[in-house]
């Protein structure tokens, strides 16, 4: 690509350029990704792993208003 600013592009340039970056910021995403799970797999893991409160814990709100008064 000659130009070197996005300004100077031509429309074809520009749509060439957008894709080009799109195509890379893909294959790293596809290539990093190592979680070989199915779905149904990762919210079988969520439900074995949440966590619930116990009854009359302070909820979050209420924890970030302790924190931000002292």
Do not use: C, H
Not at 4 to 26: A, H, W
Not at 40 to 50: A, P, T
Not at 51 to 60: L, N, Q, R, V
Request: hydrophobic residues 30%; glycine residues 2%.
């Amino acid at each position: 690509m000659a130009t070197e600013r996005v300004g100077d592009m031509t429309m074809d340039e520009l749509n060439s350029f957008v894709e080009e970056k799109i195509d890379k910021r893909i294959q790293i995403v596809y290539w990093k990704r190592t979680d070989t799970r199915t779905m149904d797999e990762v919210n079988e893991s969520i439900r074995r792993n949440r966590w619930t409160p116990p009854p009359g814990a302070k909820s979050s709100l209420e924890l970030l208003r302790e924190d931000r008064d002292r």
